[in-house]
């Protein structure tokens, strides 16, 4: 096998553990707004987010990694593609980072409007990504408009166009009933009940929703027969997401519906071979050749990844084995954050009323 065809597969395999490890994360980030019920509102978000608290930001580093490797490995392809879909991997990226914002300072001050705000960001960096990215994808498995020198032309709304906008529909539930099933596994009680139903409804339409995404992809943008095997594959785990949750069965539930999501890239990246950004003109496609970057770094990537990958791989499976227990809302102590009030010097609030310290609104 050639290195440029061992890098493709890699970076498939880097997008698919983005995926599958940050599709729960968005998921539970799109769910602080709907699960949650009133009067423990603060108590069950603080449980849900304590659920993806430890492995988050240790899931971003795969989207690091398959961009850092798309950049080495095809750069004309990297070039391409973040100029061409600048505006859409923009907000992506602005998404991102109020996300990781909310999540740093939610509890550093002890307020509600503060843990209002907070929550409306994380919501909002879950739920736009989730969207964007099935646009993205789609967008490449159809094609878009390159000229002779590989640069996007099309414009950001052609990129909006029914088989896109179906693909950010099917990333959108696929993470939802992803992220519920993570959190029916990882919580207990009330919470735990409240996931598992939402992930029973869910499933349900992610099946009828993604099987119909997958089909037309299949049908109109696949030349590669192999690939029904994806579709396949990625329609008996939706079928057994929706049984496995109708049984309440979280473990078998969660393996499924990552199985979903890998056969899902299958199909994409098993569509896209040997292409890796195919335009509507066949002589304008960036391919795995001319895409590509010289044998002697892509001889140094594959050294590097061989000795590097397996400890990275090991870390963090040891990251959610330490994580591994269910949380209740008995787990979340009390606020211990700043406030916005701050004391005064006893010295400045005598001043010459003569009377004693007191507080201020910052």
């Known amino acids: 096998m050639e290195l440029t065809t061992v890098w493709f597969v890699l970076i498939a395999v880097l997008w698919t553990g983005y995926l599958v490890l940050e599709g729960f994360d968005f998921g539970v980030g799109m769910l602080l707004g ?58 992506i990226l602005i998404a991102l980072i109020v996300r990781v914002v909310a999540f740093e300072w939610r509890g550093k001050i002890n307020d509600d409007r503060w843990r209002t705000w907070a929550d409306r960001a994380l919501i909002f960096g879950s739920w736009l990504p989730s969207v964007l990215w099935g646009v993205a994808f789609a967008n490449i498995v159809r094609g878009v408009e390159l000229d002779a020198d590989h640069q996007y032309v099309g414009g950001f709304f052609a990129l909006l166009n029914p088989f896109a ?47 119909a995404w997958a089909i037309w992809a299949q049908l ?82 594959t050294w590097v990844a061989v000795v590097l990958t397996p400890l990275v791989l090991l870390y963090q499976g040891w990251t959610y084995w330490v994580f591994r227990k269910r ?28 009377e004693g310290s007191g507080t201020i609104e910052a």
């Open 34 to 91: 709907l699960l949650p019920k009133k009067g423990d509102k603060e108590r069950e978000r603080r449980v849900m987010i304590n659920t993806i608290g430890p492995v988050w930001d240790g899931n971003e580093v795969w989207l690091l990694t398959a961009g850092g490797a798309m950049f080495a490995a095809f750069p004309e392809w990297y070039a391409t593609l973040f100029s061409g879909f600048y505006l859409p991997l923009f907000l």
């Open 327 to 354: 949380l209740t809302t008995d787990h979340i102590p009390a606020h211990t954050g700043l406030t916005f009030r701050r004391d005064e010097p006893a010295a400045v609030a005598a001043g010459s009323s003569g």
């Open 165 to 211: 906008l179906l693909g950010g529909a099917v990333t959108t539930l696929i993470f939802l009933t992803h992220g519920a099933i993570f959190l029916a596994l990882k919580s207990d009680g009330d919470i735990r009940r409240r996931a598992g139903d939402f992930a029973a409804r869910s499933s349900v339409v992610t099946l009828v929703v993604a099987g």
């Open 220 to 301: 109109a943008y696949s030349d590669n027969a192999w690939t029904w095997a994806a579709v396949a594959v990625a329609a008996v785990a939706l079928v057994l997401v929706v049984l496995a949750t109708r049984a309440r069965r979280e473990g078998q539930a969660f393996v499924a519906s990552a199985v979903a999501i890998v056969g899902a890239v299958v199909l994409i990246f098993g569509s896209l071979f040997p292409d890796v950004m195919p335009a509507f003109d066949p002589a304008n496609s960036l391919t795995v050749d001319n895409a590509s970057s010289t044998d002697y770094t892509l001889t140094v990537m």
